[in-house]
């Protein structure tokens, strides 16, 4: 069985990585700072996936109606991002990416004093920003091709800590054919669990589009029975425009209950935007511009 | 349900589907059989850098390995997978052309059943006796070797602790050596003696203190080394140390330059002239000893030697600490400002001392199977290798073949890409090996010439990953050594 493994790139970032977690953590501030905040993070990485798995089989369970209890802070964070989105199938593991991200960043930043920093846990983000501090993020429209298609300003003022993606090429499973949804939220638990939900609505009925049950491709997905894509063919203008308008007003709900501030929802060549992505914050990028 | 999979590679134990991967999408069931899904790594420099790869000239922000258009590239045994039992030929034999001679790479990783670590931490702490055992988690892991001038070495692994003792002592044993290679801290005690963390590259934690820096010797061995630039300055110079404290007057070297006896008399036990044992024991003041306050080591002055105006110079073996005085006409000492000529000398201890590090050589054999995959005929491999035809290297990094028979070789693990060690449930270390030789050598030897592609078709098939070549390392494509 593999242990954590912690190591730091070339480039001075940690990366941390256990399993299915795999984080890369970078801190900007003064360097004893900055290492506190690398030992910090190291130390509660570690042992965080055991943590886990020992409430795996209660975190897969969809949410009915009692909120469910956890011990572990992470899986109660889980719990408590997924709990708005439970009117449809949900699990708290549509969180998990974000908050594993949102828990060791917590960890790190802890008594030190940082301009700001980030845990990047595969694309689902956690951040922290002092006062004046900005981050700017770069957004995936097309997880398939990978090139940037956006990027965002993300101010300390503003009540933004977490980025999501979500999309059926990714690694997680979609009930949706959305490319890509990325979500801005307080916390990178409440995008991931957001962002999961809005791909999972960016749908239409369409011939060609593949779907087969979530636990014929992994027995142990949270998805149980449930329809997933597997292929997307090419779809008409009109096909792509309302499969994106049921995830915009989809989006545009969560907005408006305050569980996110803002989404850009790509398929195809065609994007749209919700709050605070809406606005100034999303710049066009030129090319060769590198993200987050 | 028979075509699942349960990896067991972390805790969260995925049941995996053939064709599929795990939660990690790292691991992934092939046919029944668990394999690792991490890309080939390909290593690349620029055409026209001699030196370290400079993929981002314009925005120095991060590179996501995505391969570099017009870059020279030498794909690395990491992730490509091994052939065992290597009656096959290896996973990639990879042809390219450098400086006009067709070159061919055979990549590979090895399991290595027979593999081991030698560890060299900068220390003069005491770590425990030779030969004594080395353990991690209560399980003996290794041993304690030969001590070398300022450092401690263990002998750690081998095929002893690895698949000669119990299962739990094997499983350590792994998981200790995979944590070491790849860069992790590793807690070790030795029988009767400290305990230590050990990381490649970082300075040494022995009984929970830090290793700074190497001194420069011993107490005596200062004084050997630098009694002539002193001479003239002071009269007197006592070096405290806590194995050795070196008084320069009484010392041979002192003799040497012909210095009268000053009459600075130190506690402890003299062993020869001008050097005396238990001075000072361990600590956190001067040099690593327990010395706070210098004049504390000084038992007399005696009245027959010394006189007013005695210059006297105490500094420890690392020259981060250091006092000057004067004997005042009562034979007090009395401190004063150092001059600048002999503040400089101090200054140059310091400057000698090299920072404490540990250092991690992963050693291993390339056995006759692994060979298999290169050659039919693989004693051919092992004297090609010998006549220096064959370059081999682990993950880009240069190894030191040892003489004699076989391929064993010693490679440091920071100069291997990050991530570049495995291991199997045997337990047996995975690691990346490569063998460069001109194409002409290598049908000559007797090679799966039918397996050979260009490097630019591995390129091409997508499952490769790139990283920057590391300056620091010889270029394995280039010709001579």
Request: with cysteine.
């Amino acid at each position: 069985m593999n242990r954590p493994e912690a190591v730091f790139g070339a480039d001075g970032r940690l990366f941390l990585r256990h399993g299915p977690i795999e984080l890369i953590v970078e801190m900007f501030g003064a360097e004893a700072e900055v290492a506190r905040a690398y030992d910090q993070a190291r130390q509660y990485a570690d042992g965080l996936l055991e943590e886990l798995v020992k409430e795996l089989t209660l975190l897969r369970r969809p949410l009915g109606a009692a909120y469910p209890m956890f011990h572990g802070a992470v899986a109660k964070a889980m719990a408590r991002a997924a709990w708005p989105h439970r009117g449809v199938h949900i699990t708290p593991m549509a969180a998990v990416a974000g908050a594993v991200a949102d828990g060791v960043l917590a960890a790190a930043v802890a008594g030190c004093e940082l301009e700001k920093g980030y845990v990047n846990n595969g694309g689902d983000i956690a951040f922290h920003l002092a006062p004046g501090a900005w981050l700017e993020a770069g957004v995936v429209a097309d997880l398939g091709h990978g090139g940037l298609s956006g990027k965002a300003r993300l101010r300390h003022d503003m009540a933004i800590r977490g980025i999501a993606t979500s999309g059926w090429r990714g690694r997680s499973q979609s009930l949706g054919i959305a490319d890509a949804v990325t979500v801005l939220a307080s916390t990178a638990a409440q995008a991931d669990a957001a962002a999961t939900m809005i791909a999972n609505r960016v749908d239409i009925d369409y011939p060609g589009i593949e779907r087969v049950p979530a636990n014929s491709l992994d027995p142990d997905s949270d998805l149980g029975t449930l329809a997933v894509t597997v292929a997307v063919p090419e779809l008409s203008e009109g096909a792509k425009r309302s499969a994106l308008l049921a995830g915009v007003d989809h989006a545009r709900g969560l907005q408006s209950q305050g569980i996110i501030e803002g989404a850009m929802l790509s398929l195809g060549d065609q994007a749209a935007t919700v709050g605070a992505l809406a606005h100034e914050n999303l710049q066009d990028l030129k090319d060769g511009e590198n993200q987050l | 349900m028979s075509d699942l999979v349960r990896c067991d590679a972390c805790p969260v134990l995925c049941r995996i589907r053939d064709g599929r991967a795990g939660a990690c999408d790292r691991y992934a069931n092939q046919g029944g059989e668990l394999v690792r899904l991490d890309p080939l790594l390909v290593a690349q420099r620029t055409l026209d850098h001699d030196g370290a790869m400079v993929p981002f000239l314009q925005s120095a922000e991060e590179w996501d390995g995505a391969l570099v258009a017009g870059a020279e590239s030498f794909i690395t045994g990491v992730g490509s997978t091994t052939t065992y039992p290597d009656y096959k030929p290896a996973p990639f034999i990879v042809s390219s052309k450098a400086g006009g001679v067709d070159m061919v790479t055979v990549v590979s990783e090895g399991i290595f059943s027979y593999c081991g670590l030698k560890v060299k931490i900068d220390t003069d702490r005491f770590l425990g006796d030779e030969q004594k055992a080395v353990r991690c988690q209560g399980e003996q892991v290794g041993h304690v070797s030969t001590a070398e001038y300022g450092s401690q070495m263990l002998a750690l692994g081998g095929v002893r602790h690895l698949t000669g003792g119990s299962k739990k002592e094997g499983a350590v044993t792994c998981q200790m050596m995979l944590d070491l290679c790849q860069g992790g801290a590793v807690e070790l005690s030795v029988d009767d003696g400290a305990a230590v963390v050990v990381q490649a590259g970082q300075a040494p934690i022995v009984d929970g203190a830090h290793e700074e820096r190497m001194r420069v010797g011993c107490g005596s061995a200062t004084i050997g080394m630098f009694a002539p630039q002193w001479h003239g300055l002071a009269d007197e110079v006592v070096v405290v140390d806590d194995h050795i404290t070196g008084v320069l007057s009484e010392h041979q070297a002192g003799k040497f330059l012909d210095m009268p006896t000053a009459g600075v008399r130190v506690r402890g036990r003299r062993s020869t002239p001008g050097r005396y044992f238990q001075v000072a024991g361990h600590g956190d003041g001067w040099g690593g000893t327990d010395v706070t306050d210098p004049l504390s080591i000084i038992d007399r002055i005696e009245a027959k030697n010394a006189w007013p105006g005695l210059r006297l110079l105490m500094v420890s073996t690392t020259g981060e600490d250091s006092a000057y005085f004067v004997l005042d006409d009562d034979l007090a000492p009395v401190a004063a400002e150092m001059p600048a000529s002999l503040r400089a000398v101090v200054d140059r201890i310091a400057e000698n001392c090299e920072p404490a590090l540990c250092s991690v050589l992963f050693m291993a054999g390339a056995g006759g199977s692994l060979r298999a995959g290169v050659t039919e005929n693989p004693v051919r491999l092992t004297r090609s290798v010998r006549a220096n035809v064959t370059r081999v290297s682990c993950g880009g990094a240069p190894v030191y073949i040892w003489p004699g028979g076989g391929i064993t070789l010693m490679v440091d693990v920071t100069r291997m890409p990050i991530g570049s060690f495995g291991y199997v449930p045997t337990p047996a270390l995975v690691a990346p090996i490569e063998f460069t030789l001109p194409l002409a050598d290598y049908e000559a030897m007797g090679g799966y010439m039918d397996a050979v592609q260009s490097v630019d078709e591995v390129l091409a098939s997508g499952v490769a990953r790139s990283l920057p070549w590391r300056g620091e390392n010889p270029w394995p494509l280039s010709s001579g050594n």
